[in-house]
């Protein structure tokens, strides 16, 4: 079984199908390339959030990693959602506690959640790729929040690793 995702999706998923008896690998066909820095994260020293979403792990780590600490500060006071399970383990990591994560692990699992809540006059701060899931966006928005939204990374395609990935497809014997 071959495994397309970034490195560490696609290989995890082939080491947890291997301890089951399968045979396959993983192949890195995307990668993650951050877009943010310190500095262009100056402008949210002026937002105060009520709400904070992370929309993946490396969400998490795109802004973790390079936020200053009065930022850090104001977020572990807000209330956070992560969209999954890992993406609440990966803010754990950093200290965040108390994370919610929506039934539905997906965008539209956690408008669910958030429409029973509502949003009017909340701001939110979103965190996610320059792929993010414009429905999310506009869900948000049509709740009644002030929607901050911010692309911390986008995911490219690695040319080498889908060649690999094809030239093992062609030499399979099912192929």
Do not use: W
């Amino acid at each position: 079984m071959l495994i397309a995702g970034t490195f560490e999706t696609a290989n995890r998923y082939a080491e947890e199908l291997n301890r089951v008896g399968a045979s396959s690998r993983g192949y890195g066909v995307l990668k993650i390339r951050a877009t943010c820095n310190e500095e262009s994260l100056k402008h949210l020293n002026d937002e105060a959030f009520d709400i904070v979403i992370f929309t993946s792990k490396n969400a998490v780590r795109g802004l973790m990693s390079v936020a200053p600490q009065p930022l850090k500060q104001r977020i572990s006071a807000c209330e956070v959602y992560a969209i999954g399970e890992s993406t609440k383990r990966e803010l754990e990591v950093y200290g965040l506690r108390g994370v919610k994560t929506p039934p539905r692990e997906s965008s539209m699992g956690l408008l669910e959640e958030l429409e029973a809540k509502g949003l009017q006059g909340k701001t939110i701060g979103v965190f996610h790729s320059t792929m993010v899931n414009k429905a999310l966006i506009d869900g948000l928005r049509e709740l009644g929040g002030k929607v901050c939204s911010f692309a911390l990374y986008e995911i490219e395609y690695d040319s080498e690793e889908a060649l690999k990935l094809l030239q093992d497809i062609r030499r399979s014997p099912q192929a």
